[in-house]
C-alpha cells in the first residue's frame, strides 16, 4: 500500500509542475484560474496520501507483530536448551567451592594440583550465575632439560593453527609459567578458552590431532588422546551455549 501512495504521490506532484507551465494542456477540464486550482489539487491529494501513511504502518506493525513475538519465543526456547545442556555438562565435571572468593570451580581433573602428566583441559568458573571458561595446557616431565615453548602448533591431517604466548623466554608470562615440584617439573599455560579455541576446533574435527610445543631450541610433541578430545567436544558445546546465554546461566 505504501509503494501504491509513494507511486500516486510522485505522479501527483509530477502533475503539478508540469501544469505550472502548460497547465492548459494538463488540466482542460478546468477552466478559470487553472494553476490555483492544479495547486489545490496537489495539496489536497498529497494531504489524504499522508493521513493515509499512518494506518498503513500500523497494518504493517499488526502484520509484523505476531512475526516477533513468535522469534522471541523460538530465541527464550533456544536459551532455555542451551541453558539446560550447560547445566548437563557442569554436572559431570568434578566440582569445588571456594568459600572466600564465592565461587564455583569445576575442574574436569578433580581437586587439587593439576595431575604430573602432559595433557590439555578445560574448566570453568561460575560465581553468581556468571560462568567464565579457561584452557590450560600442562606439559610434565621428570628429566632436567626445559623446552621453554612459546607457541603452540595444533596439527591435524587437515591443518594446522599456530597460537604465540607473549611470554619471557617461554618461561612466564602470555598465561606461560613453569614450576619445579617433587619428582618432575611443569611448564603451564592457562588462558580465556578463546584464545584457544581455534585450535581446539581443528583438534576435534581433525584426525591424528597433535599439539606441538615450540621452544626458541627445542620441542615437545603431545599426541592428544581421544579421552582429551571427547573433553574438547564438551567444552566447545559448552562455550557453544554460554555464548546463547550471554555468559550467564539462568
Not at 598465561?175 to 579455541?197: A, C, I, Q, R
Request: charged content about 25%.
Amino acid at each position: 500500500m505504501d509503494d501504491f501512495l509513494g507511486i500516486v504521490g510522485a505522479l501527483v506532484l509530477l502533475w503539478c509542475v508540469i501544469g505550472m507551465f502548460i497547465p492548459g494542456k494538463v488540466a482542460p477540464f478546468l477552466k478559470v484560474h487553472r494553476r490555483k486550482w492544479i495547486l489545490l489539487i496537489t495539496f489536497a491529494i498529497m494531504l489524504g496520501i499522508g493521513l493515509s501513511l499512518p494506518e498503513s504502518d500500523k497494518s504493517n506493525s499488526a502484520t509484523n507483530a505476531p512475526q516477533t513475538t513468535q522469534s522471541s519465543v523460538d530465541t527464550e526456547k533456544q536459551k532455555d536448551t542451551a541453558n539446560a545442556d550447560a547445566m548437563n555438562i557442569l554436572s559431570y565435571v568434578p566440582q569445588k567451592y571456594d568459600q572466600v572468593e564465592k565461587r564455583t570451580i569445576y575442574a574436569p581433573w578433580g581437586e587439587g594440583k593439576i595431575p604430573p602428566a602432559t595433557n590439555l583441559y578445560w574448566y570453568a568458573i561460575e560465581k553468581d550465575k556468571a560462568v567464565t571458561m579457561r584452557a590450560s595446557l600442562v606439559h610434565f616431565t621428570d628429566d632436567i632439560n626445559w623446552v621453554f615453548w612459546d607457541k603452540l602448533i595444533f596439527s591435524t591431517d587437515q591443518g594446522k593453527w599456530e597460537y604465540n604466548i607473549d611470554s619471557f623466554a617461554g618461561q612466564s608470562g602470555g598465561g606461560k609459567h613453569t614450576e619445579v615440584v617433587m619428582g618432575g617439573k611443569y611448564e603451564m599455560l592457562d588462558v580465556p578458552f578463546d584464545k584457544l579455541k581455534p585450535g581446539i576446533k581443528l583438534l576435534v574435527e581433525g584426525t591424528n590431532p597433535i599439539i606441538r610445543m615450540q621452544g626458541k631450541q627445542h620441542k615437545e610433541d603431545f599426541v592428544v588422546p581421544a579421552a582429551t578430545i571427547e573433553q574438547m567436544k564438551a567444552g566447545l558445546q559448552l562455550e557453544n551455549d554460554l555464548s546463547l546465554l550471554g555468559g550467564k546461566l539462568k
